[in-house]
């Protein structure tokens, strides 16, 4: 071969797919017939080297399903040059492979070309607006799922009007249907959302806060939310944030606490102590989520005095701590 490719560090994972690349090439170059095509392999070599060597900065969801398909992809590359580097002559008469079987191959190897391509420019830092990378042959078939992803990658490495701006755009997809919120929580965006909402710029914030509010429609997401550390980013800008932020995120609290049918789950993470120590405290949170006339604060509340009356010895303190949280919020008459 005329190029010398060095192992790069890499995860066990990309390794072993980083080998089969230097295997397929091996055998391509000693291959004894149609050795022009089983070249056909080495060039997604490169872009593998650099994926492996990018591999902390490369945004982990959409990395995950291109190296699999990837690999799937080699073996069956594999699978041709193997035949085309048959050593024995009686072989090398007989073997037929179709061309059809060898167009095949070289269009899934042009794919794995285009899906690594546009892994690495997604997953660099960049700052123009203008810049559309469209979507990987990978997700051909799944439109939106490409369309999240980029927006996703950006929250991690774009620049900060851009981030607000993917921000937005999530907001966007999460409103038009529940399948688009599953999406953007299963592929990484809550903990990119968070971190917006963390370090962000104003608007930003602002829409971040908002994706997170739209995000939480079942127990299952609320909790996937809980367990990325929704409530101590929240309870931080409830403290300390900018006012408009801080009226987007007591919105968005009330929004997880009406998608919740069970508050035992939030119970046990401490969650009620936690908000509602900050509702204590601000107004403003009170007033957006913690209304006395809301059903769903007053489900809340309801939950907390029967998890009392049950006097479970793990849920007990928290939910009577939650519920002296909540007392400036009831007049006497209500309570």
């Known amino acids: 071969?005329?190029?010398?490719?060095?192992?790069?560090?890499?995860?066990?994972?990309?390794?072993?797919?980083?080998?089969?690349?230097?295997?397929?090439?091996?055998?391509?170059?000693?291959?004894?017939?149609?050795?022009?095509?089983?070249?056909?392999?080495?060039?997604?070599?490169?872009?593998?080297?650099?994926?492996?060597?990018?591999?902390?900065?490369?945004?982990?969801?959409?990395?995950?399903?291109?190296?699999?398909?990837?690999?799937?992809?080699?073996?069956?590359?594999?699978?041709?040059?193997?035949?085309?580097?048959?050593?024995?002559?009686?072989?090398?008469?007989?073997?037929?492979?179709?061309?059809?079987?060898?167009?095949?191959?070289?269009?899934?190897?042009?794919?794995?070309?285009g899906d690594v391509s546009w892994l690495l420019r997604v997953s660099a830092p960049w700052d123009r607006e203008d810049e559309y990378f469209g979507l990987p042959p990978i997700a051909a078939n799944e439109p939106m799922l490409g369309l999240i992803w980029e927006h996703i990658a950006i929250l991690y490495t774009g620049s900060g009007d851009l981030r607000a701006d993917a921000a937005s755009s999530l907001v966007s997809l999460a409103r038009d249907n529940d399948r688009n919120g599953k999406l953007i929580i299963e592929e990484g965006g809550v903990g990119a959302l968070l971190k917006l909402v963390k370090e962000g710029k104003l608007e930003g914030q602002e829409n971040a806060a908002r994706a997170i509010g739209l995000l939480g429609r079942d127990l299952e997401s609320v909790e996937h939310m809980v367990h990325s550390g929704v409530c101590s980013v929240f309870a931080k800008i409830l403290k300390e944030g900018p006012v408009k932020v801080q009226a987007i995120v007591a919105w968005a609290v009330s929004e997880l606490f009406k998608s919740i049918v069970s508050m035992l789950l939030l119970a046990k993470r401490l969650l009620f102590m936690e908000i509602t120590s900050v509702a204590e405290e601000d107004a403003e949170l009170r007033r957006s989520a913690f209304k006395p006339s809301s059903p769903a604060c007053k489900a809340v509340v309801d939950q907390l005095l029967r998890i009392i009356e049950l006097a479970d010895s793990e849920l007990l303190i928290p939910c009577i701590k939650a519920i002296g949280n909540l007392a400036r919020t009831f007049r006497a008459t209500e309570t």
């Open 1 to 113: 071969m005329s190029a010398q490719y060095s192992p790069p560090p890499c995860t066990s994972h990309e390794a072993t797919v980083y080998g089969k690349f230097i295997y397929v090439i091996k055998c391509a170059d000693e291959s004894s017939i149609f050795k022009q095509e089983c070249y056909e392999p080495e060039k997604l070599v490169y872009l593998v080297c650099q994926a492996a060597r990018a591999s902390n900065e490369l945004y982990e969801r959409p990395t995950r399903r291109i190296i699999d398909d990837t690999e799937q992809v080699l073996d069956k590359a594999l699978a041709i040059v193997l035949k085309c580097r048959s050593h024995s002559l009686v072989k090398r008469v007989f073997t037929i492979i179709p061309t059809a079987q060898f167009r095949k191959v070289t269009f899934w190897l042009e794919n794995s070309i």
